[in-house]
């Protein structure tokens, strides 16, 4: 997993925010061998702060025909979406970092026809969310605090950053559900943050520090947020969907979670990538058949695949 997150080499950005990317390459390279405590707070400012991207046109119509409520998560207001009434069944969209709550609006119609209600919303520090700052503990703690305002959830759809974050608030006991589906779900933090540490020129000591910070202030040490190792902690039935050729988020990821989560089921893909698999259709219907507990799990494996 590790060799295949730092073999992954992301795009870099262009026009202005390359120039911006540039500058801090530049500044914290500097900075990491003359002024480490600098460094480590801002290299700790651009690790913890996500990019906001606007709302696209389709998801401000979902956002439009939804019922609106804030709730409270780590002191900050997370902005919450609600289709479908007051079922009696839920299901919990979870987008990944730099998303968006309705970034999985592919699934909410298909949700809504199988008679759930679908909830949604905006991770501390995206989108409407208020927030400097955003973590994997963020994102669980929004899990948690969203889950409890609409009286429980009968299950979770989660992409990326949101799927680690559903699986750490399942094995922390602060949500649960009858069905999970994670999609392009990462596991290992400490090889992210070395190749963050790589991309932005910041020293070993420089990360080391970032690091020993982070889990200070939030409480964790990242070897407790390891994605194998939080999916031995619970036992609740698991669609686990990856692209083989994502490029953000190794497979292999996938294969440690399915392998380590009791009653999952691993269902790979081709040609999707990380964030297309959001909107393929085969995906939004296997993940929209798990969700029914009179499923049987063969019944959401593609064809000629065995359980």
Known sequence: MTQALEAHTAPRPEGAAALMFAAHRVGLGITSRIAPAIARRWATHLFCTPPRHPHPDVEKDWIARGESFEVTA??????AWRWGGARTRRVLLVHGWGGRGTQLHAFIQPLLDAGYEVIAFDAPAHGFSESRYASMLHFAQAIQAVADSVGGVHGVIAHSLGGAATNLALARGWIKAVRVVTIAAPTDFDAYSRYFARQMNVS????????KHLERRLGFTWKDLEGGLLATRHATPALIIHDRGDKEVPFSAAERIAAHWQGSLLLPTEKLGHRRILRDAVVVARSVEFMSTHQRISDCLPRGAAA
């Open 74 to 79: 780590r002191r900050a207001r997370v902005a």
């Open 204 to 211: 070993d000591k420089v990360r080391d520090a970032m690091q």
